[in-house]
């Protein structure tokens, strides 16, 4: 693969790279000069530029950075408000903190470009409440920004404001969702809200709101400084830009890697530079490429993908948060599902009826299966049940949990047919509805 | 306008108008939910009213959507019924079975959207439903049962858009959510029975309630609140003339949708022990129940040689203040007024309790009838004064001795009090839930009372009573009901025009114009 | 804040005298009487009063600075101890519901004392794949106690958590603001002891 820019990981083995002083010394805060001191760039020139980069958020919806910025309403005489979504929580997912802890500055530092270009002044960063040390850091870094005059009022003499206050969650997946990341933070539960109305226009205090992850807007100040098209030349024609790919399960060498978008799978996973293969002993079963949320693949699957938006959906799952879970044959698979489905029934707001029911249900389930208890039309039950909760709810919490649940039982049906006494087909088998019907 | 198409049937509606409410238009029900309530914001969180759309790839929430031209929707397809179907099994998934002990059971919406869009073999195939906190008092008026709780969060967001209380709160997260008080509090604002009206399912009942009456029995009338001068439109629940419970009916210009627990009480008060019910002659030691003929003759009596005065009361409907008033004329009596001033009174809250606790004080006030002070009253008790007073305990609300001077004292009264104590004559009447009547509120509505009741035997209808009194004077007054009453009130006293074509279920404004309404969170929380 | 109620709401009779209620669901385990009296009895340490001063400050209203006033909370006693909900409610202003649903929503406010070592395990996905199993039986062997327990001495506390987000250094167990990683049982011992030598 042709040489790319390590845009995000680039000072991650630099010591204190962390700092202020380092991150300066590396060319840090000379896109924020190059926007608003000199020739200066303006809000609407920032935005077209990030939306020419075809930069897409990085927090999983994968939808373009620039378009969504567009979508707040410039004209209406309300504060608007920029938040960073650091709440990562997406089982496989741990790449966020890897900019947190060795480039927090890169994040600051994207952070006031993004509320700049949507002329907000204040800045939340949502952090998930067990990375506690990254808080200190995040905060420290945050006073090296102001007493550089990074932040606070008219920044470098621009007449630009922005302030930044980092807030801790406290212990649920669901505040990373948009609306209810915004809940959260408003001092309610942090449960998603119906839309209409959109975060853009109606958000935070009902004000206009982004909310960014934050490997988005640490992609931001590269963006700057080397133009659109350096950015847009990197990666694949739709999926642009550079990714960080966290990759575990029983690979040689898990970790974080910075990908351009493109690279083939079967590279990521046995490439020298990258995974390394299996370990020893294990062959490669599975691999749920783009956090528990999206359908497995098999491994044949798996190896024909390239790590990009297209080729997964070509491939009927999703590039998602870029957490690959790789399963190794040493694995069980309805164990493993039920571990997953564990997760959302615990993680489900509980707000709207078929997720908050639908989960406990599958988790329910799934956990007399495995002790043996299940019945024989389980996996029937199972698959309606999924398919009554799939887009009939607020968010897609709810789809979360049934793209593993019911891709799991496609691909590795057997594993899951041997728990199950005397199965068989059952003839009136319908998958949407329910199975007895009176005349009315 | 905007032109939609409902179920195959072209329809017009003003663009943006809530779709939940356009399909209730047009279909003439509602589509099935449990969350959404006009009164309220928009939760969205039941999932019922999932409609389909044309063009749109998911079904939507008809609640949070809105009217647009051109739209197509389909609310009855097979889609949508067995999404709806799906999504209510969801619902019952952890439902406690209680129907044989709940109360809610004949008005309960899951057991209505099963027998409209269920009834089928649920297939709720787990071994244990969860267990919640079951049978809990959250207030003295209000019973938690959090098993049977669907979670619509209807009743936190009552407590949090309209009182602004906060005492609910619902407390955890996915299936272990449980509607509470937070600790140390309990529902007991005077509004707290409105959870139960608005809960779709048996999780907040009325405590007052439990057990009392199965909602099949009950028949319904509508009348108005008596507690203060809101006049807060209500109906009467009642069985074999026993009434059970008020609950608020719908006015958007008068209460919205609630109404406050004082007045809900109030149907205690309709049938009690100190209720009078027949003719009484004579005081203390001395009183006799007797006819209506002993009682009258006994009026004639007091009245030889002496001129009759009269107070009327701000609990007295239109029409009987107004027949007081002719009787008055009739007699060539002193009228003294309608109310002794600043009495009955108290602090308004910001909702609906009014500082003026009398149903018709602005009635009262519109038809000249006349406030007096207690210097007024005394001066009129002279000894060659008879009172005639209807339905004002006149003692209770002043002094004992104040009536002291008149030559004698006639009341006309439904209940016992300190006033029919010191009377030489009492002549039992009506309540408003016997009769039929009009009151004003304070902002000058016109509203209707019916009977719900009949009241006891020998008890009469001060309109009655009136006109009996009237021909013993030697004038016959020509009108032979309420409705007779109001046509003349309309016909010849200043301000009450309006009044002539009758008053319907949701009342008449004297001046023409709406209500300030009671504040709700429903318009606010859905601008 | 005492609410003349409190008394009154747990034993009124009910009419066929069933049982007179659960706990509320928003106790977990605070039935403390001393909750509706105790709001004078609570004060941040000058640090923490600065730090809750600046809070009140930044935030733009009084129910979002409730979250991180519990964190101050928490930081200042190591738990949410009866009362101290109450009396965040009345420094913000803010109703006590509000407050209340927040402690029960998130995972990481604790009602009840969390000893003074939190092993948080965590068991999601990649962990549970790579040996988190392992290591909560190793250490429920080693403290004797099931998961969601605290030791005898009040010391350690066991409990599984969902992904902690360090998936690629697996298994993991997280205790304060630290992350420990690439576990073994052996290392876990080491960290028992660690622990309990720190005190």
Request: with cysteine; proline share 5%.
């Amino acid at each position: 693969m042709a040489d790319f820019p390590k845009i995000l990981s680039e000072n991650w083995d630099v010591e204190n790279s962390h700092t202020l002083e380092v991150y300066e010394s590396h060319g840090g805060y000379v896109a924020l000069k190059k926007v608003l001191t000199g020739d200066k760039i303006t809000p609407e020139a920032l935005r077209e530029e990030v939306k020419t980069s075809g930069l897409r958020g990085r927090g999983g919806a994968g939808f373009p950075t620039g378009v969504k910025w567009g979508f707040v309403p410039q004209n209406i005489d309300k504060p608007k408000y920029l938040l960073v979504n650091a709440d990562e929580s997406e089982p496989g997912t741990f790449k966020d903190r890897f900019i947190m802890d060795y480039d927090p500055h890169m994040m600051i530092e994207g952070s006031i470009l993004s509320s700049y270009a949507i002329n907000a002044n204040d800045c939340f960063i949502y952090i998930r409440g067990e990375y506690g040390w990254l808080v200190d850091r995040l905060e420290e870094a945050i006073e090296e920004a102001y007493a550089k005059g990074y932040l606070g009022k008219n920044i470098l003499g621009s007449g630009f404001d922005c302030e930044m206050i980092v807030h801790k969650g406290a212990g649920a997946y669901i505040c990373g969702e948009e609306t209810g990341l915004i809940n959260s933070l408003e001092g309610l539960k942090g449960q998603p809200r119906i839309k209409p109305p959109f975060p853009a226009v109606v958000g935070f205090l009902d004000c206009p709101t982004i909310v960014n992850n934050v490997e988005t807007v640490a992609s931001v100040p590269w963006i700057v400084n080397n133009g659109a098209n350096a950015y847009a030349a990197i990666g694949t024609e739709k999926s642009t830009g550079t990714k960080l790919f966290s990759v575990s399960g029983p690979v040689k060498r898990p970790g974080v890697y910075e990908i351009p978008l493109g690279l083939p799978m079967k590279e990521l996973l046995m490439g020298n530079d990258y995974c390394q293969g299996m370990k020893d002993g294990v062959e490669l079963k599975a691999c749920i490429p783009g956090g528990s949320s999206v359908p497995i693949l098999n491994a044949e699957e798996t190896l024909a993908c390239n790590v990009d938006y297209e080729s997964f959906a070509e491939h009927g799952t999703m590039l998602g948060s870029g957490g690959c879970i790789v399963v190794g044959n040493d694995a069980n698979m309805p164990e493993l599902l039920k571990n997953l489905i564990q997760f959302y029934h615990h993680e489900s707001c509980g707000q709207c009826t078929p997720c908050r029911e639908g989960t406990g249900w599958l988790d329910m389930i799934l956990e007399r299966m495995l002790n043996g208890e299940g019945r024989p039309k389980d996996l029937e039950l199972l698959d309606r049940i999924g398919n009554n909760m799939m887009g009939t709810t607020i968010c897609v919490l709810a789809d979360a949990a049934v793209m593993p649940c019911q891709s799991f039982i496609k691909k590795f049906r057997d594993e899951f047919e041997a728990l199950l006494p005397d199965m068989e087909e059952p003839e009136d088998y319908i998958p949407t509805t329910s199975s007895a019907e009176l005349p009315r | 306008m905007a032109k939609i198409t409902i179920d195959g049937i072209e329809h017009e509606f003003e663009e943006g108008k809530n779709l939940f409410e356009a399909c209730a238009e047009a279909n003439g029900e509602k589509l099935p939910h449990f969350c959404y309530h006009p009164g309220l914001s928009i939760a969205g969180v039941c999932r019922m009213c999932q409609v389909e759309i044309e063009g749109v790839p998911k079904l939507v929430i008809a609640c949070n959507a809105t009217v647009r031209d051109g739209m197509v929707v389909h609310t009855k397809n097979d889609r949508v019924k067995s999404t709806v179907k799906n999504i209510l099994n969801f619902h019952l998934l952890h439902h406690p079975v209680d129907c044989p002990v709940c109360d809610q059971a004949g008005e309960c919406s899951l057991q209505d959207f099963y027998m409209n869009h269920g009834l089928y073999d649920a297939d709720i195939d787990i071994d244990d439903k969860l267990a919640k906190g079951k049978v809990k008092p959250i207030g003295e008026l209000v019973m938690l049962d959090a098993e049977r709780c669907v979670l619509c969060a209807r009743c936190t967001r009552f407590t949090r858009e309209v009182t602004k209380t906060d005492e609910l709160g619902i407390f955890h997260r996915g299936n272990h959510s449980e509607i509470d008080v937070a600790p140390g509090k309990t529902l007991d604002n005077n509004y707290s029975l409105n959870t139960v009206d608005i809960c779709p399912v048996g999780a907040l009942t009325s405590r007052d309630f439990r057990f009392r009456k199965r909602v099949w029995w009950l028949e319904t009338t509508d009348s108005v609140c008596p507690g203060c001068s809101t006049g807060c439109n209500m109906t009467i629940h009642h069985n074999e003339g026993t009434a059970y419970r008020f609950k608020p009916r719908e006015n958007m210009d008068v209460n919205e949708y609630w109404m406050c627990d004082h007045g809900r009480l109030l149907y205690k008060d309709i049938m009690t022990d100190a209720r009078q019910t027949a003719p009484t002659v004579g005081k203390g030691d001395a009183r006799t129940d007797g006819s209506w003929e002993r009682a009258y003759a006994r009026v004639l009596e007091m009245a030889e040689g002496k001129t009759l005065a009269f107070v009327g009361s701000p609990h007295a409907t239109l029409e009987e203040l107004f027949a007081l008033g002719r009787l008055c004329e009739v007699a060539g009596g002193k009228w003294i007024g309608a109310r002794l001033a600043s009495t009955e009174v108290g602090e308004a809250d910001d909702l609906l309790f009014s500082a003026d606790r009398t149903p018709n004080g602005e009635g009262l006030r519109r038809l000249k009838a006349g406030e007096f002070s207690l210097d007024e009253l005394r001066s009129a008790a002279t000894g060659d004064h008879v009172l005639v007073v209807l339905e004002n305990d006149l003692v209770g609300l002043s002094d004992s001795g104040v009536l002291d001077g008149f030559a004698g004292v006639i009341a006309i009264a439904a209940d016992a009090n300190a006033t029919t104590e010191a009377a030489d004559v009492v002549l039992p009447t009506l309540k408003y839930a016997e009769k039929s009547g009009t009151w004003i509120n304070k902002n000058g509505r016109a509203q209707a009372l019916a009977p719900a009741f009949v009241g006891p035997a020998e008890a009469r209808d001060a309109l009655r009573i009136a006109s009996e009194l009237a021909e013993t004077f030697g004038h016959t007054f020509t009108w032979t009901d309420a409705a007779a009453v109001l046509t003349e009130i309309a016909g010849t006293v200043d301000g009450f025009g309006a009044l002539a074509a009758g008053i319907g279920p949701q009342g008449v404004s004297l001046d023409g114009t709406p209500d300030a309404p009671a504040p709700s969170g429903g318009e606010e929380a859905q601008a | 804040m005492s609410d003349p109620n409190e008394a009154a709401r747990d034993d009124v009779p009910v009419d066929g005298a069933e049982n007179g209620g659960a706990d509320t669901a928003a106790d977990g385990g605070a039935d403390d009487a001393s909750t509706a009296t105790a709001t004078g009895a609570f004060a941040f340490s000058p640090e923490r009063e600065e730090k809750f001063q600046e809070l009140v400050r930044r935030y733009p209203t009084a129910k979002s600075a409730i979250m991180p006033t519990l964190w101050l909370c928490q930081d200042e006693w190591g738990w949410l101890k009866p009362g101290v909900p109450e009396w965040v409610a009345e420094r913000l202003d803010v109703p006590l519901s509000a407050v209340y649903e927040i402690i029960h929503f998130y995972t990481m406010y604790y009602v009840e004392n969390p000893g003074k070592v939190n092993i948080q395990v965590c068991r999601t996905a990649s962990c549970h794949l790579m040996g988190a199993q392992t290591i909560v039986e190793h250490l429920k062997k080693r403290l004797g106690i099931e998961p969601g327990q605290t030791d005898a001495e009040g010391f350690f506390r066991l409990e599984e958590v969902e992904c902690l987000g360090a998936c690629g250094m697996a298994p993991m167990l997280q205790v304060g603001k630290h992350y420990y990683e690439n576990l073994t049982p052996e290392k876990v011992d080491e960290l028992l002891d660690q622990w309990r030598r720190d005190g």
